[in-house]
């Protein structure tokens, strides 16, 4: 079984340039979560995706958005790109969270790598 | 505010003794927690969670977790590491709290000496 893949695998942008990271989940899988991992600050939860609906985002600024397409892959927009978004981008998905909320596993991707200069 | 802390950055201990990595939280609500371990150059991979029940979790590669709730602790155990099981671990709590999310802890390293 294919696991979660992310592309592309490095990125490497200037200040106030965009930039897309895409992700596709596992197959069966409707959720996918986005996260920043910036070093030595852990994961930070920036998206949830379900069903092709923004269910939930994190703490970040609008210019941080994404979506989800109808076979459940995901890409992530970063407008106006500031050096202090250089990180790993962590996409992970899991099986339906459903109104139960939350008792599935992620699944991760190996993450893109993205680099402001 | 809901949290997740791991309290100590690094753990060291010696291949054969046992290991403690550490976790407490703060969420409202039915805390849903988990363990994820990063080995170097290799994704984020589930090693265990505690939705319900047993209060002691049994997880991937010997690896278990006790849940306290009056401590509001989930630490992760092993009762004889291994070398190979030097990696960065987090604890995490997922809340519907406000909206569901999943909550990291700051991960926690944990060298194994041979």
């Known amino acids: 079984e294919a696991g979660v893949t992310q592309s592309p695998t490095h990125l490497i942008k200037t200040r106030g340039q965009q930039a897309t990271l895409r992700c596709s989940p596992i197959?069966?899988?409707?959720?996918v979560y986005w996260y920043q991992q910036a070093l030595g600050l852990g994961l930070q939860f920036l998206l949830w995706y379900d069903e092709g609906e923004e269910r939930n985002r994190g703490n970040f600024p609008p210019r941080f958005s994404g979506r989800q397409f109808p076979n459940y892959s995901s890409e992530l927009n970063v407008n106006a790109l500031e050096l202090e978004d250089s990180a790993l981008y962590l996409c992970a998905s899991s099986l339906a969270t459903g109104s139960s909320g939350g008792y599935n596993e992620q699944f991760f991707g190996p993450g893109t790598r993205l680099t402001v200069l | 505010a809901q949290s997740v802390a791991q309290p100590e950055d690094q753990v060291n201990v010696a291949e054969g003794n046992p290991l403690t990595v550490k976790c407490t939280y703060s969420?409202?609500?039915?805390?849903?927690l988990f363990w994820y371990v990063q080995y170097p150059n290799r994704g984020l991979q589930f090693l265990l969670k505690y939705i319900t029940g047993d209060n002691l979790v049994k997880g991937s590669y010997g690896f278990e977790a006790e849940f306290n709730k009056s401590q509001t602790s989930f630490h992760l155990k092993k009762p004889s590491a291994l070398v190979s099981d030097s990696a960065l671990y987090f604890c995490a709590v997922s809340t519907n709290t406000g909206g569901f999310k999943t909550i990291f802890g700051a991960g926690t390293r944990l060298f194994v000496k041979a």
């Open positions: 969420v409202s609500g039915n805390p849903y």
């Open positions: 197959s069966g899988h409707t959720s």
